[in-house]
């Protein structure tokens, strides 16, 4: 459970700045470690998780398992036959909160608590969604990575993919996924699990946490924890950020820690 190192930022979270050299050239990755509270808002703006659909009943930092966490809760009050008219499509059943990513960010990883109550394989239940852009700054794909119908799957494009990784289910999972070579890489635990072509995409604007309601209205409980952007050469100015030289990778590695 370690989380040393951590500083508190002018976006009041928790983070971690590491610079390390990868193949002759600097990489930089920046972790949240959720142990001060979230800026929330409800459209774009810096340092801010604003909503993207429709907004979660919650998002703030909690306490859970012995340390803090993100907590993100869907309530059955924001169902479809509940929500105000204009948001009762199926398209506002995925509730979550986006965060725009430093500059030059091609990766993204997440620790997501895969809850024992999460046995209904009819349902989506939390994932990690990546913005990718172009070079002329378009929107050019969402990498996806979830748990959904009782099953660790990612996005192609067309449709979800099994990833062949059995969830446990009551335990702590890290979720990544990373732009390398012209393909997106999904990864469980550092594995990957599977790769797909990411066409024109060149870097990642933005993430979007999700959770997802249902017609009826379901309420649950999300739980994330430490959220990393990396990126080659990627400037992070960060205030009072902690740059750690050679080290970074053995730092960053430390806080992929699992706890019930």
Do not use: C
């Amino acid at each position: 459970m370690l989380k040393s190192g951590t500083v508190s930022s002018a976006m009041g979270q928790s983070l971690i700045a590491a610079t390390f050299m990868v193949s002759g050239f600097a990489a930089q990755a920046t972790t949240i470690t959720f142990d001060a509270p979230v800026t929330l808002g409800a459209t774009a703006a810096p340092d801010t998780w604003y909503t993207d659909r429709y907004a979660p009943a919650g998002f703030a930092t909690a306490s859970f398992g012995g340390d803090n966490r993100l907590k993100q809760s869907i309530s059955a009050a924001d169902g479809a036959t509940s929500r105000p008219s204009g948001f009762s499509g199926a398209f506002y059943n995925t509730q979550g909160r986006k965060l725009d990513a430093p500059a030059a960010t091609t990766s993204l990883s997440i620790d997501l608590f895969l809850d024992a109550a999460w046995t209904d394989t009819t349902r989506r239940y939390a994932g990690l969604w990546g913005t990718a852009f172009d070079m002329g700054g378009a929107v050019s794909a969402y990498p996806i990575l979830e748990f959904g119908a009782g099953q660790l799957r990612y996005w192609n494009g067309a449709t979800f993919v099994d990833t062949g990784v059995a969830p446990t289910l009551g335990d702590w999972v890290t979720l990544g996924i990373e732009l390398d070579g012209g393909n997106w890489n999904f990864e469980i635990d550092g594995a990957l699990v599977g790769t797909i072509s990411a066409g024109t995409s060149t870097y990642l604007g933005n993430t979007i946490l999700q959770g997802h309601n249902t017609t009826a209205g379901v309420s649950y409980d999300i739980y994330w924890d430490n959220l990393t952007f990396g990126g080659a050469a990627a400037a992070v100015p960060l205030p009072g950020s902690l740059a750690l030289t050679g080290l970074g990778l053995m730092l960053l590695g430390a806080l992929r820690r699992r706890a019930a």
